[in-house]
């Protein structure tokens, strides 16, 4: 099971390098956004902090899964008063929920997302700003994939920094999923006319192109071919809607084939 789980972090290892340091002559801030050459999504100054992170002697001193849910709640004074930007950054940083996203039984990065999302009052407070959707297409469409390179190898008698740095990709790539299926949620739909749905679907396409460029074997975008095919449902855009039916719940149990999500996602942008 050991060597099993080792292979897994292994893969993920060589997905993307996104540093957890960067030269701060490489940082430049923008509009609340922190940008670095070396971190694929961009800080935000005023996002919430968590005082307790694994490793501390009161992470190990969390009892349940749900003592740790309730210390990853922003206090009242601070949910109120932080940016839409930073509500986005903070649900990101939270360090137990995308570990619950790979653990999901569930094929479906929408219906797992689902089941997670309510459970923190940053995401509660998010979907109640009127500014999400705007601020969704923003943070994105600010995330570049200049990170996601083939790293050096590291020695493989290491075992541990092997592991270390597998588990920050596979963060990564959990908070490339979250923040794809925001767009599926209705009250951000909601918020996004015909030409924010194209935007958004041209973002998700162009990622994933990007991503799949890598050519790294059984690197694969977990959630933009799903995310973009929602979005076209959604919308009513009738090609996608003749693929799946009438039967909405129908595109989460299915499997999606990618060339054919992409080819609708492009008439879609025209």
């Not at 893969?11 to 670095?36: E, G, P």
């Not at 003592?67 to 940083?93: E, H, M, Y």
């Not at 297409?137 to 290491?158: G, R, S, T």
Request: charge should be negative; hydrophobic fraction near 40%.
């Amino acid at each position: 099971m050991k060597n099993r789980l080792l292979g897994v972090l292994l893969a993920l290892l060589f997905f993307c390098h996104c540093s957890n340091r960067a030269d701060v002559t490489d940082m430049i801030i923008k509009d609340n956004l922190i940008f670095t050459h070396e971190e694929c999504l961009p800080d935000v100054e005023d996002k919430y902090v968590y005082p307790i992170t694994p490793g501390t002697e009161e992470w190990k001193n969390i009892g349940s899964r749900e003592d740790a849910i309730k210390v990853f709640q922003l206090p009242d004074n601070i949910l109120k008063n932080i940016s839409t930007l930073g509500l986005i950054r903070s649900f990101l940083d939270i360090p137990i929920w995308w570990n619950d996203y790979y653990l999901s039984s569930n094929t479906s990065r929408i219906i797992t997302f689902n089941r997670i999302y309510p459970e923190y009052n940053c995401n509660q407070e998010l979907f109640s700003r009127e500014d999400a959707g705007e601020k969704l297409i923003k943070y994105f469409n600010d995330m570049h994939c200049d990170c996601l390179e083939i790293p050096e190898a590291i020695d493989p008698v290491k075992e541990d920094d092997q592991i270390r740095e597998a588990e920050k990709q596979l963060n990564f790539m959990a908070q490339l999923a979250a923040l794809q299926v925001f767009f599926t949620q209705q009250k951000i739909l909601d918020q996004l006319n015909h030409e924010d749905r194209q935007k958004v679907v041209g973002m998700l396409l162009s990622k994933h192109e990007q991503i799949q460029k890598l050519t790294i074997e059984g690197v694969v975008d977990p959630a933009a071919i799903e995310v973009m095919a929602f979005i076209m449902y959604d919308s009513k855009y009738q090609p996608i809607v003749a693929y799946f039916g009438e039967n909405k719940s129908v595109y989460e149990n299915i499997y999606l084939s990618d060339l054919d999500i992409i080819s609708f996602a492009k008439q879609f942008i025209r």
